[in-house]
């Protein structure tokens, strides 16, 4: 046994019912490609022939960032691309992933289990809760998956249906209902022709002139972010992280301006209780756990195996390493039910 009980630890901030955090190593877990994948896959499937004459230099700019080891999110703030030039990147992000995306859901028809963020949702409504809320970063319909294994109602931002339209929050009514606020849009989000948005359930059967509505990292994603949909969605999610008092952060990295200050500001000034579990914490995430005054804090992440897993915690000075896989969701729902 540890030195101190962080099984009760973690039982006492599920308790609380926590908003869950999607961050992109929680979509890892699944093969979906990280950010390293994305940068080769744009490189090689981009064609500098489609590419703007005024972006030549930029365009060879952002490639000879990516040849020379800067990360993807790092080029794309360097180099300030014309909107013409970001849509093509769009369009192979949405490509990668969205290919990916589609063969999960081919391979999770039929499996009861293969999801167990699903299992925790159905979990935490056994009790009398009538509305979960999940944050993500990720632009990957996992959530939404889970959330169909389980028979769960999930609102997104769009009416209920096969093609679906903006709605509000109470647009239908249903005894539990998991809110999953997607802050840099999803694969099933488009324009039309028409500048209007809409959500596509079978994605790959869009309409040729339906543009994939994500934000990928760099300048244009700041002012996109100020546009619907994705004004109501940052709202709601921030309205979301202010109510709550617990969090569940699962493969966040904390890089991302639209979602970690106002959950930082409640754990630091308010108290609230944060769980991260990760394959590794980000330097990021260790020095805002670890050094940023947060007084209620445990974290979970890989060690030397995959059946072992390091704990930081807020009750102890110095990290524990235990011979029990924790750090994957599959592991710390064995720890909480």
């Given at each position: 046994?540890?030195?101190?009980?962080?099984?009760?630890?973690?039982?006492?901030?599920?308790?609380?019912?926590?908003?869950?955090?999607?961050?992109?190593?929680?979509?890892?877990?699944?093969?979906?490609?990280?950010?390293?994948?994305?940068?080769?896959y744009i490189?090689?499937?981009?064609?500098?022939?489609?590419?703007?004459?005024?972006?030549?230099?930029?365009w060879s700019?952002?490639?000879g960032l990516?040849?020379?080891?800067?990360?993807?999110?790092?080029?794309?703030?360097?180099?300030?691309?014309?909107?013409?030039?970001?849509?093509?990147?769009?369009?192979?992000v949405?490509?990668?992933?969205?290919?990916?995306?589609?063969?999960?859901?081919?391979?999770s028809?039929?499996?009861?289990?293969?999801?167990?963020?699903?299992?925790?949702?159905?979990?935490?409504?056994?009790?009398?809760?009538?509305?979960?809320?999940?944050?993500?970063?990720?632009?990957d319909?996992?959530?939404?998956?889970?959330c169909?294994?389980?028979?769960?109602?999930?609102?997104?931002?769009?009416?209920?249906?096969?093609?679906r339209?903006?709605?509000e929050?109470?647009?239908?009514?249903?005894?539990?209902k998991?809110?999953?606020?997607?802050?840099h849009?999803?694969?099933?989000?488009?324009?039309?022709?028409?500048?209007?948005?809409?959500?596509?359930?079978?994605?790959?059967?869009?309409?040729?002139?339906?543009?994939?509505?994500?934000?990928?990292?760099?300048?244009?994603?700041?002012?996109?972010?100020?546009?619907?949909?994705?004004?109501?969605?940052?709202g709601n999610?921030?309205?979301?992280?202010?109510?709550?008092?617990s969090y569940l952060?699962?493969?966040?990295?904390?890089?991302?301006?639209?979602?970690?200050?106002?959950l930082?500001?409640?754990?630091?000034?308010?108290?609230?209780?944060?769980?991260?579990?990760?394959?590794?914490?980000?330097a990021?995430?260790?020095?805002?756990?670890?050094?940023?005054?947060?007084?209620?804090?445990?974290a979970?992440?890989?060690?030397g195996?995959?059946?072992?897993?390091?704990?930081?915690?807020?009750?102890?000075?110095?990290?524990?390493?235990?011979d029990?896989?924790?750090?994957?969701?599959?592991?710390?729902?064995?720890?909480?039910?």
């Amino acid at each position: 046994m540890a030195e101190f009980d962080f099984y009760k630890q973690a039982q006492s901030y599920y308790k609380l019912a926590p908003l869950i955090v999607l961050g992109s190593g929680a979509s890892m877990a699944y093969g979906l490609p990280g950010m390293a994948e994305l940068a080769v896959y744009i490189k090689d499937n981009v064609d500098p022939a489609l590419i703007p004459s005024a972006d030549t230099g930029s365009w060879s700019e952002f490639c000879g960032l990516l040849d020379t080891g800067t990360d993807l999110e790092a080029a794309l703030h360097q180099v300030n691309l014309s909107e013409e030039a970001t849509e093509l990147i769009i369009q192979a992000v949405w490509d990668l992933i969205n290919s990916r995306d589609e063969e999960i859901y081919r391979q999770s028809i039929g499996k009861n289990s293969m999801f167990p963020l699903g299992t925790m949702l159905s979990h935490m409504f056994k009790t009398s809760l009538s509305g979960l809320d999940v944050v993500t970063t990720n632009y990957d319909c996992l959530a939404e998956y889970a959330c169909d294994q389980e028979d769960l109602y999930h609102y997104s931002g769009f009416s209920h249906g096969y093609t679906r339209r903006l709605a509000e929050p109470n647009h239908i009514s249903c005894p539990r209902k998991v809110n999953i606020w997607k802050v840099h849009g999803s694969l099933d989000w488009f324009y039309s022709p028409q500048d209007e948005t809409m959500s596509i359930t079978k994605s790959s059967l869009r309409p040729d002139d339906f543009r994939p509505q994500i934000v990928t990292p760099g300048v244009q994603k700041y002012r996109k972010t100020h546009l619907e949909p994705y004004r109501s969605i940052i709202g709601n999610a921030d309205t979301a992280i202010s109510k709550a008092s617990s969090y569940l952060c699962i493969g966040f990295g904390f890089n991302d301006e639209h979602i970690q200050p106002k959950l930082l500001k409640k754990c630091q000034k308010d108290g609230a209780c944060i769980i991260v579990i990760t394959y590794a914490l980000t330097a990021q995430a260790k020095a805002l756990l670890l050094e940023g005054g947060i007084s209620n804090y445990l974290a979970i992440e890989r060690a030397g195996n995959d059946n072992q897993s390091r704990i930081y915690s807020s009750l102890i000075q110095d990290p524990i390493i235990v011979d029990e896989d924790r750090w994957s969701l599959e592991g710390f729902l064995r720890l909480i039910m």
